[in-house]
């Protein structure tokens, strides 16, 4: 977490999101310092922040739940050096992570921030409109943006398209799994998904 006592405002880090990325970008332009813990909610924030503090303006990322999660993946299997021959033995391998890390243990996929940050934090970033969106917080709170280039995904060993983890058998089990959280944050079925699965109702969620 990052506070701007100069500038009046906290920036709430959810991994995955570039957090590490805005953390600096508020550091090195804007007077934050670290507070707390690296990915500590905004609920605990106000719970030990001063009255001042507490009426600073609040920022957090997103970025679309079934890309966080193959972001996870993907880290973990460069971490144990591990390759597959094909994208079918990919999305295998994928699926059985998929269903031990957020089917099989309940307790595990739980996000702190969907209940304690998300719906309190007045300014959100996408990580798929990064710098749109970052332009835009920093002028609703009179900060001039510095010259930033368009972020760059630096997962290597992802696959470009993430959509491409989940194999077309599968998917209904992670829409399943991460629908609800998808509505609340407002991102869409992807559009690749949603010819196939016949599913309109996606259309009703504003993605980004």
Do not use: C
Not at 30 to 40: E, V
Not at 81 to 105: C, M, N, P, Y
Not at 139 to 155: H, N, S, V, Y
Not at 172 to 182: G, I
């Amino acid at each position: 977490m990052i506070i701007s006592n100069e500038h009046k405002f906290v920036f709430i880090q959810v991994p995955n999101t570039a957090s590490s990325f805005l953390a600096r970008l508020f550091e090195n332009e804007f007077a934050g310092k670290p507070i707390m813990t690296k990915h500590a909610t905004y609920a605990e924030f106000l719970e030990a922040a001063t009255s001042e503090q507490a009426s600073y303006r609040s920022i957090i990322g997103k970025r679309h739940p079934l890309d966080m999660v193959t972001t996870r993946y993907a880290r973990r299997i460069k971490r144990a050096g591990v390759t597959h021959a094909s994208l079918e033995d990919t999305q295998a391998d994928f699926e059985r992570w998929f269903r031990e890390k957020f089917i099989a243990d309940e307790l595990r996929r739980l996000n702190p921030h969907i209940k304690n940050s998300y719906p309190i934090v007045e300014h959100v970033i996408s990580q798929e409109h990064l710098v749109e969106d970052l332009n835009l917080v920093l002028e609703k709170l009179g900060l001039e943006a510095p010259d930033i280039k368009p972020w760059q995904r630096r997962t290597k060993g992802k696959l470009h398209d993430y959509t491409q983890y989940y194999s077309a058998s599968f998917i209904p089990h992670a829409l399943e799994k991460f629908r609800h959280e998808m509505d609340l944050l407002g991102y869409e079925v992807p559009a690749i998904w949603r010819a196939a699965l016949g599913d309109r109702d996606g259309e009703s969620a504003r993605e980004g």
